[in-house]
């Protein structure tokens, strides 16, 4: 443990090194690297928390740089996951991270959460929290959540027992998830910059509270905050009376909790240079979403060229190709691609993700430049 970069927080009245070593023995998973992620990440990184996990499955774009303040102008284009890790190893070489550059779903939100020891709600939508909330009460995660919109902050924490034991949950407060388009997010409402950067702080806090023991954590509370009159107030959360929701007691139930009219969700399928050759051979569409100017430069004839940065529009074209190929140098932004097109065409379309991409098979693609 490195006493000089934790010398501040080791000299606080009731903290010690126990607690340093218990954020170094942590595991938390932040879902979301956006304005309430990237905050909560700066946090926990610094810190000392010991291995943290990162899921999103967008890119950083110019609209984000206001108050997603892990990024640059830089980084538009870039994979979140990606830009966040590199930010994120210079502040504090020393941690663990591992990221997840998909969309998280119900087919793979369970393997996932059952990894960590904490989880860190930062999305912004209501599909996704009820799904992290229900996957962290069959799992008995602990969950800090919090939501931001215009100038108000809400922050809470689900899933912890209070002193008579009793915990509540997120479908405590919400039992019914509102319908879509009910209720406007961010992009409609807009937000001011600083305040994701205020709560998100505030749900590091939680986190690490959770962690050492020290404090008073919000459990079976939730905090709102209130930044034009700077304000906060609190409001317990009791829970919902018998009947009014179901939780899920196992993976069956949860999935079926879950299930949606649209199509069934699947894994992305990950292929090799040979699948490639085949699928190549059936007329298969292949999408390189490197940027322009990265290199080796493949035959524009053969291989198609959408970069990251550009993708959200490509995605309002219709495809006729049943199956597509996505590429990248790693295979980090490839999955992140497919994973979009698979939620625009769900079964209809074949689509795969060249594991590892060019980086792996370098020697395959050299024979392949324009």
């Not at 905050?39 to 810190?47: E, G, I, M, R, S």
């Not at 292929?271 to 490197?290: C, G």
């Amino acid at each position: 443990m490195n006493t000089e970069r934790y010398h501040r927080q080791l000299i606080l009245k009731g903290f010690n090194s126990q607690s340093q070593q218990r954020l170094t023995a942590a595991n938390v998973l932040v879902v979301g690297a956006g304005g309430l992620g990237c905050p909560a990440l700066q946090y926990l990184t610094a810190v000392g928390v010991g291995h943290i996990g990162i899921i999103d499955h967008d890119v950083v774009a110019l609209s984000n740089l206001h108050r997603q303040i892990l990024f640059g102008t830089r980084d538009v284009g870039k994979l979140k996951v990606v830009a966040a890790e590199e930010r994120l190893k210079a502040l504090n070489p020393d941690i663990q991270f591992t990221i997840y550059p998909y969309k998280i779903q119900k087919f793979n939100i369970l393997d996932l959460l059952a990894q960590y020891d904490y989880i860190l709600d930062a999305t912004d939508n209501f599909q996704s929290r009820y799904l992290i909330n229900d996957a962290c009460m069959l799992l008995n995660r602990p969950l800090v959540f919090a939501a931001v919109a215009r100038y108000e902050g809400q922050l809470a924490v689900f899933g912890v027992s209070d002193d008579q034991g009793k915990k509540t949950n997120y479908r405590d407060l919400f039992p019914i998830p509102p319908s879509k388009g009910e209720i406007p997010n961010c992009e409609e409402n807009g937000v001011l910059g600083v305040l994701p950067g205020i709560i998100g702080a505030m749900q590091a806090a939680e986190v690490i509270k959770l962690i050492t023991g020290i404090g008073k954590p919000l459990i079976n509370k939730i905090l709102s905050y209130d930044l034009l009159t700077q304000q906060f107030y609190e409001i317990k959360i009791a829970q919902a009376p018998a009947n009014t929701y179901q939780l899920p007691n196992t993976e069956i139930e949860f999935l079926e909790m879950h299930q949606t009219d649209n199509h069934l969700e699947k894994e992305l399928i990950e292929i090799d240079t040979l699948m490639l050759e085949n699928l190549k051979a059936s007329h298969a569409l292949i999408i390189d979403v490197r940027e322009i100017g990265e290199s080796p430069r493949l035959n524009p004839i053969v291989y198609k060229q959408v970069p990251m940065s550009e993708f959200d529009g490509f995605l309002n074209q219709e495809i006729v190709q049943e199956h597509i190929v996505l590429i990248c140098q790693h295979g980090i932004r490839s999955v992140a691609a497919a994973e979009q097109l698979q939620e625009k065409y769900g079964d209809t379309k074949k689509i795969y993700s060249l594991k590892g991409g060019l980086a792996r098979y370098q020697a395959f693609f050299s024979n392949q430049q324009a």
